[in-house]
């Protein structure tokens, strides 16, 4: 880094530093009243950095600290939270979650948003921050693309990816090999995202450097200067907006804009068509018959490249965390994979893995320990009477533009309704009866994640073939038990993810279950 961005750089802390104090002085102590005003119990917040200082500081991470705060409060429906110098309302409640995300959702249909949407439209304006009609709009556009027929479809697709990258893993495994696992796992799901998105074919494993990796990897590392600029877009938008701040470059719009474009150009020159979402924006007409623009394509575009590349891998990380450190789940997972590969004659289907019952259950208890949405937020747009807290207090009177979060860890490690919440426990989820108000990794109500679905078939998928072709085991920088980094606003461990994979033993092993062999000349065997 040269002496001249050093110098830019602390002079952007500076302004940042001081710009901050002075929004501070002027707007924090018209806010710091409004809970005690409404009655609403909270902890005292600290000028300007409201109750995030532990979290800017990094003494814990913004997960633990949503989970002690959901713990503290543990008498009441909601409680307040300060989120720099924004009030939030924390619901705790199931039926008050239900009622805000699912019966009252008309209250409630925006996320709040982080960043300025003509200055950064790759995250101000694809459908996660769309607002109101426009939202409505384009989630009706975009549905069609994760529907059972259209992930049937694609299924093949990721299939061809999870044979090739789990088959380059075992080869390497056979002469030892400590994995950073997210690293292979965002290789994975780039080459699955470049083939059912863009028709592109990635061997991210054999061509590492390839350009649409490196283009993921460098473009979406979401550390601690991310989150910083994600806080500051959040509380400060005006300060945002004067200093320019942005999450992705204006070069990472242009690289994703031409990658849209060509794609396009080529399937119209070409009369190529394939079942995917940019096969489906390209179809797609509004109540008007108006045509999707290339940049409005690839703004939607965007926000799944960034969840299937970060959030998809995140979430994979865990999975195979939790089946690497408990042997048990991994031998019964194993047995249910070899049956069905055995029922499907080496040729699973999407009915067949969909179908999976141990294997969605060590999933839904990976996404109940470790939810990716560390939490979920709604904006009140028109008035809004929520219930009182406890039996004796009374009821709030929510004002447009007011935040309510949800935070999922709680719910999620409440012994109220998960005993032993810390214990990692499929069976917890193989009888259907865990309400979904009280287990919301991907959210809930008309907001859910749309591409929740395609997110888990392609995880189920990967780990369909990983663990017939290899053991997972924790190695000595494996973090055991636990520990969550607090550089970044995602859960993650603290020390990265690592494990060992070692290939199974052909003969007495493998070979007596029906596990997956390959040939010199890459045959399919059932052996």
């Not at 990976?366 to 949405?373: G, I, K, M, Q, S």
Request: with cysteine; charged share 25%.
């Amino acid at each position: 880094m040269s002496v001249l961005n050093i110098i830019e750089i602390n002079m952007f802390t500076a302004i940042l530093i001081l710009l901050t104090v002075f929004l501070g002085i002027l707007l924090l102590w018209k806010r710091e009243n409004r809970f005690e005003k409404l009655g609403i119990a909270h902890v005292s917040p600290l000028p300007i950095l409201g109750n995030m200082a532990s979290v800017v500081f990094q003494r814990t991470s913004m997960s633990e600290y949503l989970e002690a705060t959901y713990k503290q409060f543990s008498d009441r429906t909601y409680c307040g939270i300060y989120n720099f110098i924004t009030p939030v309302i924390m619901i705790r409640d199931p039926e008050l979650i239900t009622s805000i995300a699912i019966k009252n959702f008309d209250y409630f249909t925006d996320h709040r948003g982080f960043v300025n949407a003509d200055l950064d439209p790759l995250m101000g304006k694809n459908l996660f921050a769309l607002k109101g009609d426009h939202w409505r709009e384009m989630r009706k556009l975009l549905s069609p693309a994760f529907t059972s027929a259209k992930l049937k479809a694609m299924f093949n697709l990721i299939i061809e990816c999870a044979d090739t990258f789990t088959e380059h893993v075992a080869m390497e495994s056979k002469a030892g090999k400590i994995y950073n696992l997210k690293d292979i796992f965002g290789r994975y799901t780039t080459d699955v995202i470049a083939t059912t998105s863009f028709g592109i074919s990635v061997n991210s494993m054999k061509n590492r450097e390839n350009e649409f990796f490196v283009f993921a990897k460098e473009t979406m590392n979401l550390g601690t200067i991310v989150s910083l600029k994600m806080m500051i877009g959040m509380n400060f938008p005006n300060l945002s907006r004067l200093l320019g701040i942005r999450i992705f470059s204006e070069k990472a719009r242009r690289y994703f804009t031409n990658v849209v474009t060509e794609t396009v150009q080529m399937r119209k020159e070409k009369g190529i068509y394939r079942p995917d979402m940019i096969q489906l924006m390209m179809e797609s007409r509004d109540t008007n018959g108006r045509e999707l623009t290339i940049d409005e394509m690839t703004n939607q575009a965007f926000v799944f490249f960034l969840a299937g590349y970060d959030t998809s891998s995140n979430v994979m990380c865990f999975i195979a965390h939790e089946i690497a450190a408990n042997p048990d789940v991994q031998a019964k997972l194993l047995a249910e994979i070899e049956d069905v590969f055995k029922k499907t004659n080496g040729k699973p289907t999407y009915e067949a893995i969909k179908n999976m019952a141990y294997m969605e259950a060590v999933f839904n208890e990976t996404n109940r320990l470790y939810p990716v949405a560390v939490f979920l937020d709604r904006v009140c747009i028109k008035e809004f009477e929520l219930p009182p807290a406890t039996p004796d207090s009374k009821p709030v009177l929510m004002k447009p533009g007011d935040n309510v979060w949800i935070a999922p860890i709680g719910l999620h490690r409440d012994p109220k309704y998960f005993p032993e919440p810390l214990k990692f426990d499929p069976d917890r989820f193989l009888n259907n009866d865990i309400p979904q108000n009280i287990f919301v990794p991907f959210g809930l109500g008309p907001r859910v994640c749309i591409g929740n679905r395609f997110a888990l078939m392609e995880a189920k998928i990967l780990f369909f073939y990983l663990l017939l072709r290899c053991r997972i085991e924790p190695c000595a920088k494996t973090t055991l038990p636990m520990k969550f980094t607090r550089k970044t606003i995602p859960l993650a461990a603290k020390n990265g993810f690592w494990l060992n994979f070692k290939p199974r033993v052909y003969g007495s092993e493998s070979r007596a279950n029906g596990a997956l062999d390959k040939t010199s000349n890459g045959t399919s065997l059932i052996t």
